[in-house]
């Protein structure tokens, strides 16, 4: 019989216990797509072509309240938006969310 080699599994290591930075290189110029959302609605197709310049979509969330963060469509941390000159808005991150995938 001959041994077979497992199959690698990613290392969920935070980057503090990973040991060098140099070890980070290689995924530094990988481009992720990051969104900030500040709610959600669920409307049917008819409501939803009803609407017009100026209508208001009532979000699932409550003025002051955190919105979400996500990473490639994966939710990571919660934020405030806040102003970052008189023309755009950014968004700070106030609270990390563990992914379930590390445990």
Do not use: W
Not at 1 to 18: K, L, N, V, W, Y
Not at 21 to 42: M, P, Q, R
Not at 53 to 61: H, M, N, S
């Amino acid at each position: 019989m001959s041994e077979t080699t497992p199959p690698a599994t990613p290392d969920f290591r935070e980057p503090s216990e990973i040991g060098s930075v140099k070890e980070l290189e290689a995924v530094y110029d990988i481009s992720v797509t990051v969104s900030a959302v500040l709610g959600k609605a669920t409307m049917q197709v008819s409501q939803l072509l009803k609407l017009g310049r100026g209508a208001v979509v009532e979000l699932d969330r409550r003025l002051g309240e955190a919105i979400d963060i996500y990473v490639n469509n994966r939710l990571i941390a919660r934020g405030e938006v806040v102003m970052v000159d008189n023309t755009r808005l950014g968004v700070t991150m106030t609270e990390i969310v563990k992914s379930e995938r590390s445990q």
